[in-house]
């Protein structure tokens, strides 16, 4: 009975060491792994911000300093806090560049995530400084349902925020009436979610290009 209850107690110390040998052994391979693709995948996010950018602000220049970087984590602490409107607490601001054109700025270029339906969609947009959507980019609705979420990468759909200003809170509709004028997006249809999420993301951009005004 002794040599019974010894026996399970070396097996349970051996599969311990044991398990502990192979959870330590995969933290250091995943930790390496990690280490390895950490810049690459980097590098490769920021060629597609870049990319966005170049699209959705033709022909202009970027930059960034200091004064932009810091008004962009304040407002979004004011964002997470519910300051600037509860439903948007959801957002993060993640960048933003001026856009010149000329030598003289023209306006902004921004990156915002609103989440969706799975996750964080994840958006650029190019801003006049007079507040006027030049153009939008969705940089990622992986997490999104495929042919219902994932829509919002087309332009078909995501056209409509184009020429949409600041001097309007952009709300969503399900019953096709949006419209520039009444500051209404419609719908993606079985996708509601991710059409407000992208929604609310948009107006975080303008209120912030409006406050640097």
Do not use: C
Request: charged share 20%.
């Amino acid at each position: 009975m002794a040599n019974s209850e010894n026996k399970q107690a070396n097996t349970l110390i051996h599969d311990a060491i044991a398990l502990f040998i192979i959870t330590l052994v995969a933290g250091v391979l995943l930790g390496a792994v990690y280490m390895i693709t950490k810049d690459p995948i980097a590098k490769a996010e920021e060629e597609a911000t870049n990319k966005a950018y170049a699209a959705v602000y033709k022909d202009a220049e970027f930059a960034s300093d200091d004064t932009l970087t810091d008004a962009v984590k304040n407002f979004q602490a004011d964002v997470a806090a519910g300051k600037i409107d509860a439903a948007y607490t959801d957002v993060e601001l993640i960048e933003a560049r001026t856009a010149s054109s000329g030598g003289t700025q023209a306006g902004y270029v921004v990156k915002v995530s609103g989440k969706g339906y799975g996750g964080a969609v994840t958006i650029a947009l190019g801003i006049t400084n007079e507040g006027e959507v030049l153009g939008i980019q969705i940089l990622d609705a992986s997490n999104e349902t495929p042919g219902l979420g994932q829509n919002s990468t087309n332009e078909g759909w995501n056209g409509q925020y184009v020429g949409m200003t600041s001097d309007k809170t952009l709300s969503v509709v399900k019953d096709g009436s949006g419209s520039k004028e009444s500051g209404t997006i419609n719908s993606i249809s079985g996708a509601t979610i991710t059409s407000n999420a992208v929604t609310r993301a948009v107006n975080v951009a303008l209120k912030f290009v409006a406050g640097q005004q």
